[in-house]
């Protein structure tokens, strides 16, 4: 919550938004800016200056806002965070921004992640019983299944967790994400649940995803769905990471491999399509997906830590 407020005052104060554009740059509504803004509570980060905690980088945040011209950068501070503390700090992080933006009658797709199965359990610890006061929630599972059971964090579990969270609607996406053949994929993409399911994350109010990267530690290369031979085809033509098995280069733009036809979920389209896409991903191995997602404008918002950010910032 602190961070909301540093963020509206500092875009009041510093970037001279209207409240209007605050409500819309954090997702949240306009009365609610101008509740923060006459808060007497909220009006004491406020001097001539505003006196931002040392583990809040709105700044930073401008920086690559405007740099990247993205709707908005969360930056985590973990700069003494192990890989395992990074993940739950991430996912803290995006507790902390969906519960900021919740609101009645909203739709929430949700694909895997470790950093978003520490979200959930970010949620569970904080409050709990008084997230049922929102009404109308679906939660959407957008990524289907890898076939390995040990993937604790595959997104039905997630997706589930959530919806228990706040007494939601689920739609399931019940079959595998990459299908063995194009044809395969064409049968499950006619079956009418799987239709509904794509439907809704089409009308979702925001998606919630992790960044895959091309690394070692890729859970979706590990899975072995996808092959060594697609794997390579993938290198070659420049991919750097994928959103929902969805692939892109450097600068963000989709890498078209034979694998496009195997897929069960959301396209490249869809994903530009959506309402609010929250990215959420950190740490050196994940550098350069989280830079293609910055420069193809592929999430309105970007949750990572900060040295990433920072990185980001430099680069030329």
Known sequence: MDRLIAKIFHDYYVRNYSQA??????????????????DQRSREIVEVRIKLPDNIHTLLETELE????????VIVDSRDAGIKSLD???????????????TDNVSIAITWSKVLLEMTGAISR???????????VKIIQSMGALGESKLEFHSLEIAQRLAKI?????YLLLAPVIAANPKTA??????????????EFRQASMFLT??????????????GAVSPALEADLRVKGSVGDINAVFFDADGRHVRTELNGRLIGPTMTDLRSAKRLIAVAG????????????RGRLAKVVITDFDTGSRLVREK
């Open 21 to 38: 554009e605050i409500a819309g740059h954090c997702g949240i509504s306009r009365q609610r800016v101008q509740r923060i803004l006459a």
């Open 186 to 199: 064409k049968e499950f993409l006619r079956e009418d649940m799987i239709i509904e399911t794509l439907e």
């Open 126 to 136: 904080s409050v709990n019983a008084s997230y049922r006061k929102f009404k109308n």
């Open 210 to 223: 992790g960044i895959g990267s091309m690394s070692g530690e890729s859970s979706l290369l590990r899975s």
């Open 166 to 170: 706040f007494g939601a609607k689920t």
């Open 88 to 102: 739950r700090a991430l996912g803290e992080a995006a507790a902390d921004y969906l519960m900021n933006v919740m």
């Open 283 to 294: 740490g050196e191995k994940k550098y350069e997906a989280v830079r293609g997602v910055a």
């Open 66 to 73: 405007d740099k990247f011209d993205v709707e908005e950068f």
